[in-house]
């Protein structure tokens, strides 16, 4: 074995050490929290805008109340406290599920990769 030969022998070997144990330059990202999360920020905060709008223009009934005003007919007006509340958990779980969809996603994608 000449000395051109061991060096390719070498190189290709790191190749496939590396595969296995994660190092070297092969190495493929496992997407982090924040690689995950950095790259669709505006999926995260549509969420909410979204949320709020739906339910402002819908108004079901477990945000808003009834006010009569001198005998007039009752208007249903919208509870801020119960309706931001109501956004921020709407907000929480579909942010949540969104995360989880996108994790699942990438580790199937580095999964199919190797």
């Excluded at 920020?41 to 009834?66: Q, S």
């Amino acid at each position: 074995m000449d000395d051109s030969e061991l060096k390719c022998t070498l190189s290709k070997l790191r190749v496939k050490v590396s595969q296995f144990s994660g190092t070297g330059r092969e190495r493929r990202s496992g997407g982090g929290f924040l690689e995950v999360t950095r790259k669709p920020i505006f999926l995260y905060a549509l969420i909410p805008l979204v949320a709020t709008i739906l339910l402002f223009i819908w108004k079901p009934g477990f945000i808003t109340h009834e006010v009569t005003i001198d005998g007039e007919l009752p208007e249903r007006k919208v509870n801020p406290s119960r309706f931001l509340i109501t956004v921020l958990i709407i907000s929480i779980m579909l942010g949540l599920l969104l995360f989880t969809y996108q994790r699942k996603r990438k580790m199937d994608l580095t999964i199919n990769e190797t």
